[in-house]
């Protein structure tokens, strides 16, 4: 079946750093990838996704390519705010439009 | 793009009660989900709310626990029934566009049984 494993969190940086969240799959065909973010004490946001292979996905400076190859949709930033302070979720869609999710990674950015 | 609302946003509920959530999209939408978040965990796909016939569940979830009606495009309802502590937890909904290819989440229901 499948599966969508992430780094494990937390992880902790100061602002205005660089930050990357792995993230690897394991699919039959050709699934959608995709990045959610959770807020404290907030719902989930769709913050970016692709549809196929070498697709970039790109939001709020948030950017993810997909990398069939290697099955990675890794999670980048260039410089972190206080504000991306949330929970990051990789997702994949299978059969169905059905979404699988990694288990999270806790991000907190310090002033 | 399409609003997702939830109603309970919070409930705390006795042992052994049950407890609908309702989902409503202010446009139609062909396919609509329920998943359960358990605390500090990732979200898991309960079922797949099909309109005008029975709820498609993953494994380990069956229909005595968690009824889903799905009456029409815009709505759907999730029953967890004889709750037990283990079941606290935050309930979201979400809904597939097809056009973009992507699917949205409801703000979500936060369980807590006593």
């Known amino acids: 079946g499948n599966s969508v494993t992430q780094m494990e969190g937390p992880v902790t940086l100061s602002e205005e750093a660089f930050l990357t969240i792995n993230c690897t799959y394991t699919a039959t065909g050709y699934p959608s990838l995709f990045w959610y973010v959770q807020y404290p004490g907030e719902g989930l946001q769709l913050l970016l996704k692709?549809?196929?292979?070498?697709d970039k996905g790109s939001n709020k400076g948030f950017e993810a390519t997909y990398r069939k190859e290697t099955t990675s949709f890794h999670l980048e930033k260039g410089s972190v705010q206080v504000s991306d302070s949330a929970v990051y979720f990789c997702?994949?869609?299978?059969?169905?439009?059905?979404?699988?999710f990694g288990g999270g990674t806790r991000v907190l950015v310090k002033p | 793009s399409a609003v997702i609302s939830q109603k309970p946003s919070r409930d705390i509920c006795q042992r052994g009660t049950s407890l609908t959530i309702q989902c409503q999209v202010d446009?139609?939408?062909?396919?609509m989900f329920w998943y359960r978040q358990q605390p500090g965990q990732s979200l898991t796909l309960i079922a797949t709310?099909?309109?005008?016939?029975?709820?498609?569940?993953e494994s380990g979830f069956v229909i005595d626990k968690f009824p889903i009606s799905r009456p029409n495009l815009t709505f759907s309802t999730l029953t967890v029934s004889n709750m037990s502590p283990e079941d606290s937890s935050i309930y979201l909904c979400?809904?597939?566009?097809?056009?973009?290819?992507?699917?949205?989440f409801g703000p979500g229901t936060r369980l807590t049984v006593t």
């Open positions: 979400s809904f597939w566009t097809s056009g973009s290819r992507e699917q949205y």
């Open positions: 692709a549809t196929k292979a070498d």
């Open positions: 997702a994949l869609s299978g059969a169905g439009n059905k979404l699988t």
């Open positions: 709310a099909n309109q005008g016939s029975e709820a498609t569940y």
């Open positions: 446009s139609q939408v062909t396919m």
